[in-house]
């Protein structure tokens, strides 16, 4: 029975890289894997899946106002699609989730969403909110903290400095986004050496 998952983590925790590992377990076996990635996670390139560790692949892009749900019959009907991919799945609106609902319930295809569930001020974004209602599996993928504990937070670093304010969504990579346990998001720590005040 298909279902939608939402498998959810804090950044350099390997999201990306577990997307297209299953989209090549599909495809290896003779199956369509149809992958998408918003379009505003353009660091790589609007289009693509791209893993830190160099790996990539192509990717249907999502704009705000692009129906999932009529993008997936019209693919379906010129091949059959055996699941559905979705990286940085916290960009996504609160109606791309309900569509994607659809295609679980309706067409009967698997949707495995990766993305955030929380930003650099421990909000949830409108995509994870909504994933976090409406999926079937809510899965945590871990990575760690520099001191070794479970990272959970995402802490965003403007020259050097934690910083706890200002525009949700700026896309950036290692340079700016830092994987923090709560403690030391709590303490505004990037790392053993930082002790340098939050903004």
């Known amino acids: 029975m ?8 804090t950044m350099n925790a390997g999201k990306s890289l ?14 369509r894997a149809l992958v998408l990635a918003p379009a505003i996670g353009d660091r790589s390139g609007v289009g693509r899946v791209v893993s830190r560790t160099g790996i990539r ?15 997936f019959m019209s693919e379906n009907a010129a091949e059959e699609i055996s699941c559905v991919l979705i990286d940085e799945g916290q ?20 949707v ?6 929380n930003d650099f001020r421990n909000e949830l974004f409108e995509g994870s909110y909504y994933l976090l209602v409406y999926a079937d599996k809510i899965e945590e993928i ?7 504990r479970k990272a959970t937070m995402v802490a965003r670093v403007e020259d050097g400095n934690f910083v706890r304010s200002g525009e949700q ?16 998001y709590n303490d505004g720590r990037l790392g053993e050496e930082n002790t340098r005040p939050s903004k």
């Open 169 to 184: 969504i700026v896309i950036g990579g290692n340079e700016m986004y830092v994987s923090l346990c709560r403690k030391h």
């Open 2 to 9: 298909a279902q939608l998952y939402f498998r959810y983590s």
């Open 57 to 71: 692949r192509d990717a249907f892009p999502i704009y705000d106002d692009t129906n999932l749900l009529s993008m």
């Open 18 to 31: 577990e997307l297209i590992k299953v989209a090549y377990n599909y495809e290896e076996r003779g199956k």
């Open 91 to 110: 960009f996504l609106k609160k109606h791309h989730v309900q569509e994607l609902t659809e295609i679980v319930d309706s067409c009967g295809a698997p």
């Open 112 to 117: 495995m969403v990766y993305g955030l569930k």
């Open 142 to 148: 871990k990575t760690i903290c520099w001191c070794g």
